[in-house]
């Protein structure tokens, strides 16, 4: 297990944790960031070819707040978790956007991004 932690000074005196190699190994790559008792997991998945024929850079995004990271659990009508939000729509395409041109333009291969938050304490927000 080649377990990977880089930590990261704020001017505030907060500290950001990223740890990657001990979650998510089926993943082509995966991080938990940890920010107090804020705790976001990150998985991309990629597919080792293009499909033939695409012109263009197949990204998904999906980032998605459960109700349990907070310490809530749906109940009465709404049993399970529904649509992604307004709010969690918003930051799948900020990430979408800051990803983009990392990639080269002759890349068309799917890939897949997922970001879990896992726990919110209420004083870090992980959203806008």
Do not use: W
Not at 11 to 34: M, N
């Amino acid at each position: 297990m080649n377990v990977i932690t880089k930590k990261v000074q704020l001017p505030d005196g907060r500290t950001i944790t990223i740890e990657t190699g001990k979650v998510a190994k089926q993943a082509d790559g995966a991080a938990v960031l940890r920010m107090g008792n804020t705790v976001l997991l990150a998985t991309v998945c990629a597919a080792k070819d293009a499909v033939p024929g695409t012109d263009f850079m197949p990204l998904q995004v999906d980032y998605r707040e459960q109700y349990s990271s907070a310490g809530r659990f749906p109940g009465g009508f709404t049993k399970r978790e529904g649509k992604a939000s307004d709010s969690e729509i918003l930051i799948s395409r900020l990430i979408d956007r800051a990803l983009r041109p990392l990639f080269p333009s002759n890349y068309h291969a799917e890939v897949y991004v997922q970001v879990m938050l896992l726990s919110a304490d209420g004083v870090d927000q992980p959203m806008l």
